[in-house]
């Protein structure tokens, strides 16, 4: 069976990466006007932990990027925030900070996991901003920045975007290895989950972005497939068409279904 996507986005992957160095243990109040480096780091996984994902953002770089978001912004985002969160250990040693005029490092201690078996310590990179320690660096403050509220949700349609063409371009293999069994003919979604072929998770708009169709005429010796973004502008902007042959054809539509004479 296919699986659903992963995080390849190169803005998710760095977010992503920076959850898997910089682990935060259980939340100590600080009596402390300012909080320090490794107080900020703390707290961020704290709410992280806690699924308050804005509270967690705002104590770092990315705090334009979800300022800005309506409520309903939030929750389209929130299955790549709830995979991220699920990273989040409830306990992580931080081992010492470093400061250095407005930037800092917090090293923290990674537990280990099947790929790196030793508990390795990682640095946090923080700066001064107004006064305040956030997690990030300049560069990537400057990134958020230009694209304010618009930062993790064009970085969300172009994972859902991604995704989507990748499983289009599956669909092929995947309704061979159907067709082999059924009399050379192909399925639509509800055969193909039937078969184990494809799982649910990956077709659910709410985890994609994206609805899916498949359309099999009489006979069932071609099929359509086809996707558009469940929200236009938020989690896509490009509508899919496929046939059997494996073209597969794109545009901004607007968010409605395109058809093959599509250019």
Same mark, same amino acid.
């Given at each position: 069976?296919?699986?659903?996507?992963?995080?390849?986005?190169?803005?998710?992957?760095?977010?992503?990466?920076?959850? =898997?160095?910089?682990? $935060?243990?259980?939340?100590?109040?600080?009596?402390?006007?300012?909080?320090?480096?490794?107080?900020?780091?703390?707290?961020?996984?704290?709410?992280?932990?806690?699924?308050?994902?804005?509270?967690?953002?705002?104590?770092?770089?990315?705090?334009?990027?979800?300022?800005?978001?309506?409520?309903?912004?939030?929750?389209?985002?929130?299955?790549?925030?709830?995979?991220?969160?699920?990273?989040?250990?409830?306990?992580?040693?931080?081992?010492?900070?470093?400061?250095?005029?407005?930037?800092?490092?917090?090293?923290?201690?990674?537990?280990?996991?099947?790929?790196?078996?030793?508990?390795?310590?990682?640095?946090?990179?923080?700066?001064?901003? $107004? +006064?305040?320690?956030?997690?990030?660096?300049?560069?990537?403050?400057?990134?958020?920045?230009?694209?304010?509220?618009?930062?993790?949700?064009?970085?969300?349609?172009?994972?859902?975007?991604?995704?989507?063409?990748? =499983?289009?371009?599956?669909?092929?293999?995947?309704?061979?290895?159907?067709?082999?069994?059924?009399?050379?003919?192909?399925?639509?979604?509800?055969?193909?989950?039937?078969?184990?072929?494809?799982?649910?998770?990956?077709?659910?708009?709410?985890?994609? +972005?994206?609805?899916?169709?498949?359309?099999?005429?009489? +006979?069932?010796?071609?099929?359509?497939?086809?996707?558009?973004?469940?929200?236009?502008?938020?989690?896509?902007?490009?509508?899919?068409?496929?046939?059997?042959?494996?073209?597969?054809?794109?545009?901004?539509? $607007?968010?409605?279904? =395109?058809?093959?004479?599509?250019?």
């Amino acid at each position: 069976m296919f699986h659903s996507k992963s995080l390849h986005s190169p803005k998710l992957f760095s977010i992503g990466l920076l959850l =898997l160095i910089i682990f $935060g243990s259980s939340f100590a109040a600080s009596a402390q006007t300012q909080r320090s480096p490794s107080d900020t780091v703390r707290d961020f996984y704290k709410a992280m932990h806690e699924r308050r994902f804005k509270d967690a953002w705002s104590l770092t770089v990315y705090k334009p990027a979800v300022e800005g978001l309506s409520p309903e912004e939030m929750e389209d985002l929130r299955p790549i925030f709830e995979a991220q969160a699920s990273q989040v250990p409830e306990q992580i040693q931080i081992d010492t900070e470093r400061i250095s005029g407005n930037t800092a490092q917090v090293f923290v201690q990674v537990p280990a996991t099947d790929s790196t078996p030793q508990v390795i310590s990682k640095p946090a990179d923080l700066i001064l901003s $107004g +006064g305040v320690w956030i997690i990030g660096t300049e560069a990537e403050q400057a990134n958020v920045k230009k694209a304010g509220s618009r930062y993790f949700l064009d970085a969300l349609i172009d994972l859902n975007q991604g995704s989507t063409e990748d =499983l289009l371009k599956r669909l092929i293999a995947v309704q061979a290895l159907y067709a082999q069994t059924h009399n050379g003919a192909f399925g639509e979604l509800k055969d193909l989950l039937n078969a184990d072929l494809i799982s649910a998770d990956m077709i659910d708009p709410k985890s994609s +972005g994206y609805n899916f169709h498949i359309v099999v005429p009489a +006979g069932g010796k071609t099929f359509v497939a086809s996707a558009e973004p469940t929200r236009y502008g938020h989690t896509g902007k490009l509508s899919y068409w496929m046939d059997q042959t494996g073209a597969i054809k794109n545009a901004d539509n $607007g968010g409605k279904p =395109l058809s093959g004479n599509k250019n």
